[in-house]
């Protein structure tokens, strides 16, 4: 079996949250990379298959394919949301979680995230350049989205 890493991300998040007994009722995964869809599908686990929603082309600060557009369509307020916001594109990732920050229609209905904040921080130049940001912003994003409610986790 070909195994990518994107998918393999997306079953441990499913496989971590399964181990504390949480069942999710959808999971809509963008992805901007191309992926061959027979193996992105063979890699789901079996009780995930009717629940996922695959979108392959990536996430947009606005329009369609802005999932908090999805978001506020599909989720109630009763419904448990958990998001995985890891874009490895600042361009695209801030300005999304500043919508999330700043817009009660969205951060009302979202109870945790997982986040890869991609910021200047030494360990990770290597592999992600200099994008704005450091860790103090990160702080203070994550403590600004627990005051609203949310339980913040970094991703990885």
């Given at each position: 079996m070909v195994h990518d890493y994107r998918a393999a991300s997306g079953r441990w998040?499913?496989?971590?949250?399964?181990?504390?007994?949480?069942?999710?009722?959808?999971?809509?995964?963008?992805?901007?990379?191309p992926l061959d869809t027979k193996t992105?599908?063979?890699?789901?686990?079996?009780?995930?298959?009717?629940?996922?929603?695959?979108?392959?082309?990536?996430?947009?600060t606005s329009g369609k394919f802005n999932p908090w557009v999805m978001l506020k369509t599909l989720a109630k307020p009763h419904d448990y949301v958990v998001i995985k916001l890891d874009i490895d594109t600042p361009a695209v990732e801030v300005p999304l979680m500043?919508?999330?920050?700043?817009?009660s229609s969205i951060n009302s209905l979202i109870?945790?995230?997982?986040?890869?904040?991609?910021?200047?921080?030494?360990?990770?130049?290597?592999?992600?350049?200099?994008?704005?940001g450091n860790l103090k912003d990160s702080y203070i994003l994550f403590t600004k989205l627990r005051q609203l409610g949310i339980r913040m986790h970094s991703w990885p």
């Open positions: 998040f499913y496989e971590h949250h399964k181990r504390f007994g949480v069942k999710f009722g959808r999971i809509i995964a963008y992805e901007h990379a992105a599908w063979n890699q789901l686990p079996d009780d995930v298959f009717a629940i996922y929603t695959l979108i392959n082309v990536g996430c947009a500043d919508q999330l920050l700043n817009d109870d945790e995230v997982f986040f890869e904040h991609h910021i200047t921080v030494r360990e990770m130049q290597q592999y992600w350049g200099n994008p704005p």
